[in-house]
């Protein structure tokens, strides 16, 4: 088709096992489409689900996204229409609305409101955490409600800062609790409110040379028998610098600070803050290749991300990165 219009589609397949204390499965396939040009997209996916080789339910999705319902100079309005069919039988639509509001070249305003609908998976929430023990029957799909307001200003060629504010009320939300075995177990949540806080900046001491920060205040509040949502830090700031030099080098390092985090929904438990150092090294060696080298923890921090759980100790890694 033309240069400014792309249709694709696709096959996938997926499977999940897992035995800890726990033993259980997960498949999905199915079958995705695509269509877009510069201002709008259409996605739909379909496939078929199967939780410990149990009986199959069949989920869909379809979404229609305009970037450009409305612009003008200043201002622009897009939306997606989204639809979900879960388990075979629920049809749910998930609407939202993004808008953006220019009224100075150096200030940017945006909201975003809407409902989304995701389902948990071995694959996606259990999988690569080996603090969490798979659930026995397969979750429903977790509803959400969300507003995000955030705003954008370049102060100088040199400093610019953002700032944003997101609400989520979630249905059927899922946390993980400690359990006599050791390991933490899936919960769910009737429902629970989220609030977000984020701020970050960017100064640049010189063309090459950056200092950035952001701080991030999380607060959760759940309904029904629950009093708190385990394992949300209550504060993160990460604080670091990167430099470009030689052409295609950069070095990065990076101090992040995590709160304090409740261990139970309904305990006063803290696991303490702890801080890592993280040391990162790219060459470029063209716009889709690269090699890097990384330093995680580097100065051995001992700490616990979960209740009874070690964090990671200093790790080295080195990769090469490919774009396509």
């Excluded at 059927?172 to 609030?195: H, K, N, P, Q």
């Excluded at 949502?229 to 209550?234: E, K, V």
Aim: aromatic share 16%; proline share 3%.
């Amino acid at each position: 088709m033309d240069g400014k219009t792309e249709l694709t589609a696709g096959v996938f397949y997926e499977y999940t096992q897992i035995n800890r204390v726990n033993e259980a499965s997960e498949r999905l396939y199915g079958v995705s489409f695509g269509f877009a040009t510069d201002r709008t997209t259409v996605s739909v996916r379909g496939w078929m689900y199967e939780f410990s080789e149990g009986d199959e339910d069949v989920f869909a999705s379809a979404s229609v996204r305009e970037d450009e319902i409305i612009r003008t100079s200043e201002f622009t309005l897009g939306g997606v229409f989204g639809l979900d069919l879960v388990d075979g039988s629920r049809v749910i639509l998930s609407p939202r609305v993004v808008a953006a509001w220019r009224p100075k070249d150096w200030f940017k305003l945006n909201a975003e409101l809407g409902f989304d609908n995701w389902l948990p998976s071995l694959s996606h929430e259990i999988l690569l955490m080996p603090e969490f023990d798979p659930y026995l029957e397969s979750p429903g799909s977790v509803r959400e409600k969300f507003v995000t307001i955030s705003g954008q200003a370049v102060l100088s060629r040199m400093f610019e800062v953002s700032v944003s504010l997101d609400y989520r009320n979630a249905s059927d939300m899922v946390y993980f609790e400690d359990s006599a075995d050791g390991y933490l177990d899936m919960m769910t949540m009737e429902y629970c409110e989220f609030f977000t806080f984020e701020m970050d900046a960017s100064f640049w001491l010189t063309g090459s040379l950056k200092l950035f920060a952001t701080h991030t205040l999380s607060y959760a509040y759940p309904g029904g028998d629950h009093e708190r949502y385990p394992y949300l830090p209550r504060s993160q700031t990460t604080l670091g610098t990167s430099l470009d030099f030689l052409s295609n080098w950069t070095l990065s390092v990076e101090l992040e600070m995590v709160g304090e985090k409740y261990t139970g929904s309904n305990s006063g438990d803290t696991i303490a803050p702890y801080e890592t150092l993280t040391v990162l090294l790219e060459y470029n060696i063209e716009d889709y290749v690269k090699v890097y080298a990384r330093a995680s923890n580097l100065a051995n921090e001992s700490y616990e991300d979960y209740k009874g759980w070690r964090g990671y100790e200093k790790m080295f890694y080195f990769g090469i990165e490919i774009t396509f």
